[in-house]
């Protein structure tokens, strides 16, 4: 039995060291967010009525974020749709 508790402690002992050896996220600016943030509504800017701007409009900051917020600038804003 003793042998099985002492087991059971080396596995659980071996667990804290790798959870607690991890490097916590560093969390970013709040210049490079509202950076980011910007950027990602000047490149998908709203849409009356139209919501899957949102999901491009949040992988685009997710990447800017990544990148530190050196995105290449495009210059050109997506053209809004003309209803038919």
Known sequence: MSGV??????????????VLSESPATAISA????KCRDM????????LGNKPYA???R?????????NGQMQD??????APTPD
């Not at 210049?31 to 509202?34: G, P, T, V």
């Not at 495009?74 to 053209?79: D, E, H, I, V």
């Open 5 to 18: 508790l002492k087991s059971f402690t080396a596995s659980l002992m071996f667990v804290q060291i790798v």
């Open 31 to 34: 210049d490079l967010a509202k």
């Open 40 to 47: 990602a509504i000047k490149a998908h800017p709203p849409l």
């Open 55 to 57: 999901q491009s409009e």
């Open 59 to 67: 992988d685009f900051f997710r990447e800017c974020i990544s990148k």
């Open 74 to 79: 495009t210059g050109a804003l997506k053209a």
